[in-house]
């Protein structure tokens, strides 16, 4: 299991290379990821994505659209098997919240972002 400043390291540093690759080494094939942001790219109001091909769709959509994306970590948050990441976000230019839960082989499994 990744410790959660490791993980959040790695996972801000995949998002500012803009490199969708290695910020989806991070998920598992089965992953649930909701956000409110979700729902004004792929159309479907619960703001879910199912699955690691259609959370590939979203993120190369979004990254697509907001080439300049930046984020800055804030700070990290340990849970049992899961972690919180609190960062800023230069689309939004808003703090945001992102709790990722991991199965037993380290992957995040479900996910859920919050925004301020």
């Given at each position: 299991m990744p410790?959660?400043?490791?993980f959040a390291r790695?996972?801000?540093?995949?998002?500012?290379?803009?490199?969708?690759?290695?910020?989806?080494?991070?998920?598992?094939?089965?992953?649930?990821?909701?956000?409110?942001?979700?729902?004004?790219?792929?159309?479907?109001?619960?703001?879910?994505?199912a699955g690691k091909a259609a959370?590939?769709?979203?993120?190369?959509?979004?990254l697509r659209r907001i080439p300049d994306l930046h984020f800055t970590l804030r700070s990290v948050l340990a849970g049992v098997d899961s972690v919180a990441i609190r960062y800023h976000s230069s689309r939004t230019e808003a703090e945001v919240v992102e709790v990722v839960c991991f199965g037993a082989d380290g992957l995040v499994v479900e996910a859920f972002a919050y925004y301020e």
């Open positions: 410790t959660g400043e490791a790695a996972w801000i540093e995949a998002w500012n290379r803009h490199d969708l690759e290695a910020i989806l080494s991070h998920y598992a094939e089965d992953v649930v990821f909701t956000s409110p942001a979700a729902a004004k790219i792929t159309g479907d109001a619960s703001g879910r994505v959370l590939a769709a979203y993120w190369g959509e979004a």
